[in-house]
């Protein structure tokens, strides 16, 4: 094999690989607070006042196993459900906060940890 082939071969692949390796939020991955499901802003509510919580695994450590979210040290995300209507189980959506107090971020998935979008615009 040539060394052009190689080289070649080398760059789609890197190239492929950096395109799927960006899997972080970034900044267009935003929801407006106002444009959550009402079942996602009645966790958020549940998770500012502290509880109770309407299943066992709220509030447990989220470990961010497929990377989308940023890097943080392990217990930084925690993870709450979303009630999905007529769901026979939890579902797949979820509400995952990270950080605390003030500075506490909210993410908002539909499709169990695909993809996130940061809460934006929180009242």
């Not at 890097?71 to 026979?88: D, F, I």
């Not at 959506?93 to 940061?118: A, K, L, N």
Request: hydrophobic share 35%.
């Amino acid at each position: 094999m040539s060394a052009w082939i190689r080289w070649w071969r080398a760059s789609v692949c890197f190239f492929l690989l950096l395109c799927l390796g960006i899997t972080q939020v970034q900044a267009a991955d935003q929801v407006a607070y106002q444009d959550l499901p009402r079942e996602a802003k009645t966790t958020i509510s549940l998770i500012q006042k502290g509880g109770p919580f309407p299943y066992d695994k709220d509030g447990s450590v989220f470990g961010n196993y497929e990377k989308r979210l940023p890097k943080q040290s392990r217990g930084y995300y925690r993870e709450y459900t979303v009630k999905t209507p007529y769901a026979r189980n939890r579902g797949a959506r979820r509400i995952i906060t990270g950080g605390e107090g003030r500075g506490m971020q909210y993410f908002y998935t539909d499709d169990h940890y695909r993809s996130f979008r940061r809460v934006v615009d929180l009242r």
